[in-house]
């Protein structure tokens, strides 16, 4: 059985854990359509159901969907807020590095020496 | 000696895994800002310069920095194309999420019954 796991706090180091692995974002790219029943995102991979259920419980230690069961059916959802934690996290970097990029830019214009076109 | 790495096409997987953990982010952190020399980066880390030296090589393997030698000086920077691959890759999922949520959002606002201030 697949634990159930209440929303927590965004934690960066479960969250790319979880993404490190094409089956485990496949199941994300399923569940980011919607809640499905744990049956229904297993047909569209390539792998026995055990190991399905064994990347499932993965994503979900790792806090990037949760299930809940009702009768015989558990459904699983996507925890938005650490998919949104990693992407702002990696928004941020990528923000930083354009700007130091920017800056590098502006120095080399700075510094480079006035061509014939200019001294003409 | 950490080894030499061109830059190659981006790749989630190991993309995914250098950010799962925290002095592997925080050298990230540190390489958006511009290309350091090996040393620097470790001095702001609570970590031996060995345990540093291997979460480099990490980040390097998985194809997050390339490293240069000049002289008895080698040089990390960012490879930024894998941290765009990845931060695409989760802003493509949560604009699916989002668009989920949205139709869920319309779906439930169709289906209300008409309150009281509506038969008015």
């Not at 485990?24 to 049956?39: E, K, Y």
């Not at 558990?74 to 925890?79: A, D, E, G, V």
């Given at each position: 059985m697949l634990c159930h796991m209440e929303n927590h706090a965004p934690n960066l180091d479960t969250a790319f854990h979880a993404l490190a692995d094409p089956t485990?974002?496949?199941?994300?790219?399923?569940?980011?359509?919607?809640?499905?029943?744990?049956?229904a995102p297993a047909q569209p991979f390539a792998i026995g159901l055990p190991a399905f259920v064994k990347h499932l419980r993965v994503v979900e230690r790792d806090g990037l969907i949760t299930s809940e069961k009702s009768g015989r059916v558990?459904?699983?959802?996507?925890?938005a807020p650490q998919l949104v934690a990693a992407e702002t996290w990696l928004a941020r970097q990528r923000s930083l590095w354009q700007a130091s990029a920017d800056r590098l830019d502006d120095y080399v214009e700075t510094q480079m020496p006035t061509g014939p076109d200019d001294a003409q």
């Open positions: 485990r974002r496949a199941i994300l790219g399923r569940l980011v359509r919607g809640p499905t029943a744990v049956s558990r459904t699983c959802r996507m925890n």
